[in-house]
C-alpha cells in the first residue's frame, strides 16, 4: 500500500528563516511526486510535480528536491505570504489516483 | 490556467435532505475526483472517473454517489445527508497522461443540521 508521510506536522518560522519540509513516501513504481499549497479555506493550489530521484524544481522562494525515498520542500528567506499548509502526494505506476500526506502547517511571522 | 469550478463555497443542509454538489472543470481533463478533507484526517478519496459515464469507488464511498454525464461535470450526491458528513468537499481533474498533477477546485463547506 502507498504511504506518504510528511514532517513536522507544523513548523513556526521567522521571516527570513530558511527551512525544509519533509516527504516521506512508499510506492512501488513512482510516477510522480506532487506538492501542493493550501491556504485555509481554499483548495490545493499545484507547485511542482518530481519525476526522478535528482530532480529538482523551482519557484521564487521554494525548492522542491527529490531522492528515491523522499522530497523536500525547501523554503529560503521565507515572508508571511509564504504561511499555509503545503501537501505532498505521490502517484503509483497504473491509475490515477493519488495519495496525499497530511501536510505540513508552515507560519511565518514578520 | 486550468479552472475548476465548484458550485457553491458554503452549504447548509438539513439531516436527511439529498444533496448535490457540482464541480466544472474547463480544460478537457478525462479524470475527476471528489475529495473530502477533515481535520486530522487529511484528504481522503470519495469516488472518481476516468471518463463519463464512469465512476470508481475511491476508500470512502459510502452514503455517497456519482454523476458523469458530460465530461466538463462531475456532481457528488449526498443520498441522505447526516451530520457526520459535515466536512469540506474538494473537486479535482486531471489529464489521464502519465503523471499529470491534479488541479483543485476551492472546495464547498458542507454543513448538515
Request: charged content about 25%.
Amino acid at each position: 500500500e502507498d504511504q506518504v508521510t510528511q514532517s513536522p506536522e507544523a513548523l513556526r518560522l521567522q521571516e527570513g528563516e530558511s527551512s525544509s519540509l519533509n516527504c516521506s513516501y512508499t510506492v512501488s513504481g513512482l510516477r510522480g511526486l506532487f506538492w501542493y499549497r493550501q491556504d485555509p479555506g481554499k483548495g490545493p493550489e499545484f507547485l511542482f510535480t518530481l519525476y526522478s530521484a535528482g530532480e529538482e524544481k523551482e519557484k521564487e522562494r521554494l525548492k522542491a528536491t527529490l531522492t528515491k525515498k523522499e522530497s523536500f520542500l525547501h523554503i529560503t528567506a521565507p515572508k508571511p505570504e509564504d504561511s499555509a499548509t503545503y501537501l505532498c502526494a505521490v502517484r503509483p505506476p497504473s491509475g490515477s489516483r493519488l495519495t496525499f500526506g497530511e501536510g505540513t502547517q508552515l507560519t511565518v511571522n514578520p | 490556467d486550468v479552472k475548476v469550478t465548484q458550485s457553491s463555497r458554503y452549504l447548509v443542509k438539513r439531516t436527511g435532505e439529498k444533496v448535490f454538489l457540482e464541480c466544472v472543470q474547463d480544460m478537457d481533463h478525462e479524470n475527476m475526483f471528489w475529495y473530502r478533507q477533515d481535520p486530522g484526517l487529511g484528504l481522503r478519496l470519495i469516488y472518481f472517473s476516468y471518463d463519463v459515464k464512469m465512476k470508481e469507488k475511491g476508500d470512502i464511498p459510502e452514503g455517497y454517489s456519482v454523476s458523469r454525464e458530460k465530461k466538463e461535470r462531475f456532481s457528488l450526491i449526498l443520498e441522505s445527508a447526516s451530520t457526520n458528513q459535515t466536512s469540506m468537499y474538494l473537486c479535482a481533474s486531471s489529464q489521464s497522461r502519465g503523471g499529470q498533477p491534479q488541479h483543485f477546485g476551492d472546495g464547498t463547506r458542507l454543513s448538515i443540521l
